[in-house]
């Protein structure tokens, strides 16, 4: 079995309000911290090389930059076990505040950066998800220290509204941002927790998001303009266009069940590695 990647999921606290946030909609371990987690890690690591994955991504049921430690020793524990790629999913608020965290990451090995946004315009996603931070400018400076860029777009409705998604990818390429990922919107179907924050989450995530519609425009014109690199095991392709690495990935809450490769491994703040966000059966060491 191989997975695409290993992604290390980190229990903390948040800086953002994202209001389709799914840490706050998802099935959860039941532990207070990430003591499980980190006294698991050399042997989850392990067993993700083993089955040849090659790249981590450290992400959180918060900001993961808001643990500053944490995020350290997973990345130098990756290096020291030979992962080639170490990529942080952030909202990215932190690190422009206080650019040497980022500065510190790279050197001790993390290879790369994607920055969680709602809205190409930095005002637009200020006022959906309540950063203060201009994307852009972060991502920049990350390419300028050598590391691999991404932006992963949540489509949210109407998130195209002021500008083109080609005309937005030429500014991408412009600032030396390598990646695009348009990730749609997703509402958990299994296990979703009974709760105001998750309630408030799923409803407004199910009246806010992309239309069907809207998604399959974007998939047209992204495989018209574009040229295809390559195709995902569990179906995403991956084209270059307007020269970025760019991509429409379904929700990570939809279930992969390829016998030859499944979307990722998850280790949870538990110890534990799953191949789902939703279901605990899915538990593989």
């Known amino acids: 079995m191989r997975a695409q990647s290993l992604q290390v999921n980190l229990l903390g606290p948040c800086n953002a309000r994202c209001p389709f946030c799914i840490a706050k909609s998802t099935w959860k371990t039941g532990v207070e911290d990430n003591e499980g987690l980190f006294r698991g890690l050399e042997k989850c690591l392990g067993y993700a090389r083993y089955h040849r994955v090659d790249s981590v991504m450290i992400t959180g049921t918060g900001e993961p930059t808001l643990l500053d430690d944490a995020v ?3 990345v130098s524990e990756a290096r020291r076990l030979g992962f080639p790629s170490i990529e942080l999913q952030t909202n990215g608020m932190l690190l422009a505040q206080e650019p040497r965290r980022l500065e510190t990451l790279a050197k001790i090995g993390l290879t790369g950066l994607a920055v ?36 992963t777009l949540n489509l949210v409705n109407n998130c195209f509204n002021t500008v083109k998604l080609a005309d937005w990818a030429d500014i991408l390429v412009s600032r030396g941002i390598h990646q695009l990922t348009l990730r749609e919107l997703g509402i958990p179907d299994v296990n979703p927790l009974d709760t105001v924050a998750s309630e408030r989450a799923r409803a407004w995530t199910e009246a806010n998001r992309m239309l069907e519609r809207e998604v399959h425009e974007l998939r047209r014109d992204i495989r018209q303009h574009g ?3 390559r195709t995902t095991a569990f179906g995403v392709e991956i084209y270059d266009y307007h020269g970025l690495s760019t991509c429409v990935s379904p929700s990570c809450l939809i279930e992969n069940t390829s016998l030859d490769e499944i979307r990722s491994m998850i280790l949870q703040p538990d110890g534990y590695i799953y191949s789902s966000w939703s279901l605990p059966g ?4």
Not at 116 to 143: C, E, R
Not at 282 to 285: H, K, N, V
């Open 72 to 74: 350290a020793e997973v």
């Open 227 to 229: 040229h295809l690199v």
């Open 116 to 151: 969680s946004t709602a809205h190409p315009d930095p005002y637009q996603n200020q006022m959906t998800i309540g950063v203060t931070h201009d994307y852009l400018d972060l991502l920049s400076k990350a390419s300028g220290m050598g590391l691999l860029t991404r932006v």
């Open 282 to 285: 899915s538990i593989l060491i």
